[in-house]
């Protein structure tokens, strides 16, 4: 899989993808994440990618020729299978979304500023917006950061035991249940006994019914 960011603080990505699960995954030739500075697309000598709103109005809009000619230019590369506009009145990403992202190839994320794009920019360009949630942060790089986390993180190879991924939280519409490690005992608080009996299909079992209650107590609107 190929995933190409475009934004215009580039640097505010470089260490996320720099260490951990997201490190290991380019390294392993799994993933290639390349991050392009909007600033290197636009024909203004003060490299400025944004303009006042017509209309009047506080805010800037980041303009619609260094992202199409960003976008273009790869395009004019590879095909993609999503140029996705990170917004918070877009779709909000659940992982039913992170799935179906991770089975595609070719990837553009385009990460928004200011009080966003020239609507243009979705009209011609844009195939899937997403949100992070119901709440405004001052540019979509993080927004695209959690995306990407998402989907790499699901790419088989990617984590140690493939099977981890499937066994997440909200994989099949439940939380996920309660887990522990050593020591068995801290302060007179005990792992449940099941979880070190070794029958592998009743911690199964255990643990399918943990998640249903925690799914019923915590967020019953997934049920």
């Given at each position: ?144 950061c959690v995306l990407s986390d ?43 006994d099941i979880l070190l009996s070794g029958h592998e299909a009743r ?21």
């Open positions: 899989m190929r995933i190409d960011i475009i934004t215009c603080l580039p640097k505010l990505l470089e260490s996320f993808f720099a260490h951990s699960i997201l490190q290991r995954a380019q390294q392993g030739g799994y993933v290639e994440v390349v991050v392009h500075d909007l600033r290197d697309y636009t024909a203004d000598k003060h490299r400025r990618v944004d303009d006042y709103a017509f209309g009047g109005g506080a805010g800037m809009v980041m303009q619609i020729e260094p992202i199409a000619r960003c976008i273009r230019a790869l395009q004019a590369e590879r095909t993609y299978d999503e140029v996705i506009y990170m917004t918070p009145d877009g779709q909000t990403l659940n992982q039913q979304t992170a799935n179906a992202l991770s089975l595609r190839q070719n990837l553009i994320i385009l990460c928004g500023h200011y009080k966003g794009v020239d609507e243009r920019v979705r009209e011609l360009f844009i195939t899937k917006e997403i949100s992070i949630g119901d709440y405004v942060l001052s540019g979509g790089e993080l927004a695209a998402a989907i790499i993180r699901l790419l088989p190879g990617v984590l140690n035991d493939e099977t981890s991924a499937l066994t997440d939280s909200f994989q099949d519409n439940l939380l996920a249940p309660p887990v522990y490690t050593r020591p068995a005992e801290f302060e007179g608080h005990r792992v449940p911690i199964d079992e255990w643990r399918h019914e943990q998640a249903l209650e925690r799914t019923r107590m915590r967020r019953p609107d997934l049920l």
